[in-house]
């Protein structure tokens, strides 16, 4: 998954160059400051989803836990989750400490895909999964602190359950 227009760019060349690798494509709210004005960014980004081995619009999502203001983060999110909707690609969703507004646009949206590192409770999972998106668990699980992961863990049905690393940030 790509963090921004540069690393899309770079991901889709590994892609490219590997038969065995696919892409996807995004601004992750943690570039948002750095991306080109959002109109210029959703025409770049547009253009990188059309590459032959393009087959997700990611990492996408809102991070409240940074200084990154949410002016700039939710139309981002807003206009990315409209374009893989348009495209019919599925998101691969960040969400820290923004639950609430993410489920407000997902259930506006209702994209396809994942919300990789989940990190909400049993009932925000429930709606993530009644929205027919995927739950991603990482390293996180295993922490001995680790609450809300393992009940998340053990309702989410196996089909709709992916693992994780988000290497090399989970440590």
Known sequence: AASNLASARAGIA????YGYLYAAVGIHPL????????????????????????????????????????????????????????????????????HGPMLDLLRE??????????????????EVLALGLYIGLGGATTFKNAVHPLEVAAMVPPDRLLLETDAPYMT
């Open 14 to 17: 590994l892609a490219a160059q």
């Open 31 to 98: 570039d948002a400051e750095t991306a080109p004005d959002l109109d210029n960014a959703m025409t770049q980004l547009r253009v990188l989803a059309a590459q032959p081995k393009v087959v997700a619009i990611g990492e996408i999502g809102l991070d409240f836990h940074y200084d990154v203001p949410r002016v700039i983060q939710l139309p981002l999110l807003r206009r990315q989750l409209a374009l893989a909707n348009d495209l019919h690609l599925p998101v691969i969703l960040h969400d820290r400490e923004a």
């Open 109 to 126: 949206f209702r994209p396809a895909g994942v919300v990789h590192c989940f990190s909400g409770s049993v009932e925000m999972a429930r």
